[in-house]
């Protein structure tokens, strides 16, 4: 079985900064790719960032120069780091994971259950 982890949405002035966590565990080799994705009420889920195994970063546009992805290897861990956020970047914000499963013997997708980030002017 394979867990992800969220934490560190809340509420926070336009303006302001917020940090998410992610941790994946379970029957998992290092996950190929780690990253955030959100989905606001009406709307369909939007890439946010995404990091591979090598370093390398994707961003959507509308967060570029105020969100920055990193992961921590020997944790499973994924981070977003939000600065200067704006009203809409209110949204749940959901950890997914492309990884190994060791167990199923299959490279599959994991997300986390989101976490609310509510920019407020």
């Known amino acids: 079985q394979v867990q992800v982890v969220e934490s560190g949405g809340g509420l926070v002035q336009a303006g302001g900064s917020l940090r998410l966590s992610c941790t994946v565990s379970g029957s998992i080799f290092s996950p190929n790719t780690m990253g955030w994705y959100r989905q606001a009420p009406g709307k369909q889920r939007e890439l946010v960032a995404t990091?591979?195994?090598?370093?390398?970063?994707n961003y959507a546009d509308s967060v570029k120069g105020r969100f920055t992805i990193s992961r921590d290897d020997a944790k499973n861990a994924v981070y977003l780091q939000m600065n200067s956020l704006k009203l809409e970047d209110t949204s749940v914000y959901y950890c997914?994971?492309?990884?190994?499963?060791?167990?199923?013997?299959?490279?599959?997708?994991?997300w986390g259950q989101g976490t609310q980030v509510t920019v407020s002017s």
């Open positions: 990091i591979t195994r090598g370093g390398s970063t």
């Open positions: 997914y994971a492309l990884a190994f499963n060791f167990r199923l013997k299959q490279q599959s997708d994991y």
